[in-house]
Each structure stands twice: as structure tokens, then as C-alpha cells.
């Protein structure tokens, strides 16, 4: 079996094409139970987040699932599959890992070292897992990446200084405008990246903050923990009048700002400047509004070069949250060749038991007269015995260095014991049936908020 890997973000894709492709607009829900149905998947969980969308699989031929993926997500979003596919990315076996590994540790982040990446992998991975849309090549794999994520963030400082889009948002804010104490600022939104804005803001020292949300008691709770203010849904327009900085981070599926909303806003304030970042995705700002006079504009995207300054700042500790990486890279890889080696094994373990089992038959005549404990002891002994034996060579084919070696030590056991590995039957905890596709399960009820 195969670990496969197709997807896309902001190092491969437009923010347009990543609004367009986002599987939170349809349902993520929607868009597991549309995989179960893909006969070369075996095991599948979706990965949705405002600067990515990625689908993660185990299946027997990764070229054949790169294709079925590649119109999957065609129909899925309702795009032509030759608008989608120069922007999608495949990954296969230990790339995958490596990858979702420098997911989780904020090393693919746009602004690396964010930390909320971390939580969006684990909601993602929780919903496939309780829909049983997983087995023990994602799960091992996941459960890795969440040990490598925890690792980094303790023993390096990746997550010092500008470590999410938020964040940066507000040092492009400070770069333009210098000090902030003296200014008005708007955050439309009152999400998980909201309230980091916000947040951020007052550590800045911002002049005042004001929040509006569709639903007022959350527009009413987030700026009570910033000590801001709360502002009606219908008076957002009119509120830009009196604003300098506005960030809006609501994921609305329509704009939120037009063009005539920012154009109606500029004319009472006298050419002083209106400086918006849209964090949102999908965007939330109509972009041509980015066009009027004294009105500068900044989306996702835009933010890049504060990422490379973090990049040259944070140099040394993203060389060694790599290496991290590269070691659990290995580890994983380490176990998931030794499954390759779980037929060989249960081989010889059911040929020497065979062989135990008929010798004490054998000699069965000469046994009966010692007393029952004696017998039991016998047996006993006899299985521990092998086990003893099979102690070595059991640890060295799981230790084998590549797939080659494995390969050799296999076929030679096989060749000198006579072995037949296709007839034996592994136990589950050491070799679940991966070729079971997850459209032979039933998915469970989810118990996971979809966000």
C-alpha cells in the first residue's frame, strides 16, 4: 500500500483558485463521503484551510489515485479540470509524510511558525477518523505529525515573533502608519482569526477597536476582551467613515465590501487614507475597491513579503525544526517498511509453531506418563523457546534500512524455510487489512463541529 497526497495552497495557487477549491464552501462531510466511493482509495481525510486544500490517501497505485483525485476535485468544485490541475500537487510514500510533518510544525505556513495550523490538522484528521474514513497508515501518520508539531514548538523559537496571518497583517499595518496609538480600527469578523487580529491589535496599542459581526453577542464578546467596541451588522459602511485601519477575516461566501461601500466611505474623509486587509477566504473585499483613491488594499497574498523577512529572521531555528522533521521522517518510514515484512513474519511463526507442534505430537506416547504440570511446562518451554529464536530475526526485517533490503531479507527467509506468506493471516494489530476500501465501511456519525 501507498501513501498518496494531492492538494494545493498559496505556494501553488492563486488566492482566486484557493477560494474556488476551498471544501469547507460544500462541506468537507460532503466531500469524505464522495471519496468513500472511489474504488482505488483505501483510506482517505481532508485537509481545508484558508491557505490550502489537500486530500490525503492510502492507496495500491498513486498514479491511478492522482487521476481519480485530479477529476475528483474537478467535480467536486465544479471547475474545468484543466483550469485546476497546473495548480495541484501530488505527493507519494515518505513525501507525504514530509509534508504533512512540515504542515503541523508551521514550516508550509505562509507565515512560518503560526501555530493554528496545528488545530486545523487535528479537526480534520478527528472528522475522518470518527467517520471511519481512516486505518493504520493515516492514523499512524497523523499521530506522528502531531508528536513533530509539539516537538518544534517546545524545543526550537519558530514560534517567536510574527507567527500567524494575523500577526502579520498588523506589522504590515505598523510598517505603513508607524505608530498605531493615534488610530481607529475596524475588525469585521469574530473568528478563531478575528480575535488574533484584535488581539494583536491591542498589543499594539491601537487607538480603538471596534468589531462587527453578523451575530452581535459574538461582535459584543470579542470586543469586550479587547476592550473595544461593539458595532451594529448594518453600520459597517458608516463605520469605515471614522476608520484607518480595517481587517476583515469573516470567510463570507458573498463580499462583505464592495466597492461602492468603500467608495461611499471616502468621501467624508477628506483624502485621509483607508488602509483594509482582507484576511478572509473566501476574500471579503471586493478587490477593485483596492482601485479608489487613498484606499490601499491588501489580501492573503500580499503578505508574502513580511514572510520572507520572518524567513531570513527565523533561519537558523527552521534548520533545526527541519532536521526534526527529517528524523521523525525516518522513524516513520522505519515502521511503515516493517509492515512490508508482517507476511514474512507470521510465516515463520506459523511454520516454527508447526514444527513445535508436531514434535511434541510426536513424542506424545513418551509424554503422557509425566505428571500434567510437567506437560504444561514442557509447553511452556517449547514456546518460549521460539519466540527466543524468532526474537532476532523478527526485529532485524522490521529494522531493514529500504525497501531493497527488506526485499532480500524476505525472499532469503522465504527461499531457505519454504515459506508461503500469501497464505498466512496476520493479526490485526500488526497487519490490518489496508486493501479494505473505506467504501466498504459504514461512515460513523460525526461528532466533530465543521467549521
Not at 15 to 21: A, F, G, Q, S, T
Not at 115 to 143: S, W
Not at 227 to 241: H, I, M, R, S
Not at 332 to 345: D, E, H, V
Amino acid at each position: 500500500m501507498h501513501l498518496f497526497l494531492l492538494g494545493a495552497s498559496h505556494h501553488s495557487a492563486p488566492v482566486d483558485l484557493r477560494e474556488r477549491i476551498d471544501f469547507s464552501r460544500r462541506g468537507v462531510v460532503e466531500a469524505l463521503d464522495r471519496l468513500n466511493r472511489i474504488s482505488t482509495i483505501a483510506e482517505a481525510a481532508v485537509l481545508s484551510t484558508c491557505n490550502r486544500s489537500e486530500i490525503y490517501t492510502v492507496c495500491n497505485d498513486p498514479e491511478q489515485v492522482s487521476r481519480d483525485l485530479t477529476a475528483f476535485t474537478s467535480s467536486f468544485h465544479d471547475i474545468p479540470e484543466s483550469e485546476v490541475k497546473p495548480h495541484l500537487y501530488g505527493r507519494t510514500d515518505a513525501d507525504v509524510a514530509r509534508h504533512l510533518f512540515r504542515v503541523v510544525a508551521g514550516l508550509d505556513s505562509l507565515v512560518v511558525g503560526e501555530p493554528q495550523i496545528a488545530g486545523q490538522v487535528k479537526d480534520a484528521y478527528q472528522l475522518a477518523l470518527e467517520r471511519g474514513y481512516t486505518g493504520a497508515l493515516l492514523n499512524r501518520m497523523f499521530h506522528c505529525s502531531f508528536g513533530v508539531g509539539k516537538r518544534v514548538r517546545t524545543d526550537t523559537r519558530l514560534g517567536e515573533g510574527a507567527v500567524s496571518v494575523s500577526y502579520a497583517a498588523i506589522s504590515l499595518a505598523r510598517k505603513i502608519f508607524g505608530n498605531l496609538a493615534e488610530l481607529r480600527s475596524l475588525i469585521v469578523g469574530a473568528g478563531e482569526m478575528a480575535e488574533l487580529t484584535a488581539t494583536h491589535l491591542k498589543a499594539q496599542n491601537v487607538g480603538h477597536i471596534s468589531v462587527a459581526n453578523r451575530t452581535p453577542a459574538h461582535a459584543t464578546t470579542l470586543a469586550t476582551k479587547v476592550d473595544g467596541t461593539a458595532v451594529p451588522w448594518e453600520f459597517v459602511t458608516e463605520e469605515l467613515a471614522s476608520t484607518d485601519i480595517v481587517v476583515t477575516a469573516t470567510g463570507a461566501s458573498k463580499w462583505i465590501l464592495t466597492r461602492h461601500h468603500v467608495t461611499k466611505a471616502m468621501h467624508p474623509r477628506r483624502n485621509r487614507p483607508l488602509f483594509i486587509i482582507d484576511i478572509g477566504i473566501p476574500r471579503d473585499v471586493e478587490p477593485s475597491a483596492g482601485d479608489v483613491e487613498q484606499v490601499f488594499l491588501y489580501n492573503i497574498d500580499d503578505l508574502q513579503t513580511i514572510v520572507q523577512d520572518n524567513l531570513a529572521q527565523r533561519q537558523s531555528q527552521i534548520d533545526l525544526a527541519e532536521l526534526m522533521v527529517h528524523d521523525e521522517v525516518n522513524s516513520f518510514m522505519t515502521w511503515l517498511r516493517s509492515r512490508g515484512a508482517i507476511p514474512t513474519i507470521v510465516a515463520l511463526r506459523e511454520s516454527f509453531e508447526l514444527t513445535r507442534k508436531q514434535e511434541l505430537d510426536r513424542l506424545a506416547p513418551k509424554l503422557e506418563s509425566l505428571p500434567m504440570a510437567t506437560r504444561v511446562r514442557i509447553e511452556e518451554i517449547t514456546h518460549l523457546l521460539i519466540e527466543k529464536l524468532l526474537s532476532t530475526p523478527t526485529e532485524q526485517l522490521k529494522a531493514a534500512r529500504d525497501e531493497k533490503e527488506l526485499a532480500g531479507d524476505t525472499n532469503s527467509l522465504e527461499r531457505l524455510f519454504r515459506l508461503d506468506p500469501t497464505t498466512s493471516q496476520p493479526k490485526s494489530h500488526d497487519g490490518t487489512d489496508a486493501v479494505k476500501r473505506i467504501k466498504n465501511r459504514e461512515p460513523k456519525p460525526s461528532r466533530v463541529k465543521h467549521r
